[in-house]
């Protein structure tokens, strides 16, 4: 996995922080036990990044998600799925990973309550939020948080 590296423009972030409001949301999910991204997965991600209006006034929140089912169950599978989908922008869209921020707390923070089927899959995925100065809305289907 090869990251582009840019410079940070923090302090011009900074001075915006409080205008940024969601203006894509997307949920991508993984396989159980897996951190690959699915054909259907890299579909979405596609389609996310062509939303992406390429300016600076973008930042992009990866946040992964896992199941008591999984054979781990811990933070490690979670932000191998985030990284997943981090490379996937900055390789195949180019989006600079200085505008992305990645968490994957793993079961301590779970998507969906319960013990059903249902909720095993909302913590198989990863939540893609797009913060922007102004948010263009394009909000779709996302995890019930």
Not at 80 to 104: D, F, M, Q, S
């Amino acid at each position: 996995m090869r990251l582009r590296l840019q410079p940070l423009p923090v302090i011009a972030a900074l001075k915006n922080l409080d205008n940024l409001q969601i203006s894509i949301s997307r949920a991508v999910y993984f396989a159980l036990g897996q951190n690959g991204l699915t054909e259907q997965a890299r579909a979405q991600l596609d389609e996310l990044a062509g939303s992406l209006s390429g300016t600076k006034n973008e930042i992009i929140e990866v946040h992964s998600f896992t199941d008591r089912a999984d054979s781990n169950g811990d933070s490690a599978r979670s932000e191998k799925c985030a990284a997943a989908v981090v490379w996937y922008l900055n390789e195949h869209h180019k989006v600079p990973v200085y505008r992305v921020h990645r968490k994957g707390p793993g079961k301590d923070m779970p998507a969906g309550s319960g013990d059903g089927r249902e909720a095993w899959e909302l913590n198989r995925g990863v939540q893609v939020k797009v913060y922007t100065l102004g948010g263009r809305s394009h909000l779709a289907p996302q995890f019930a948080l």
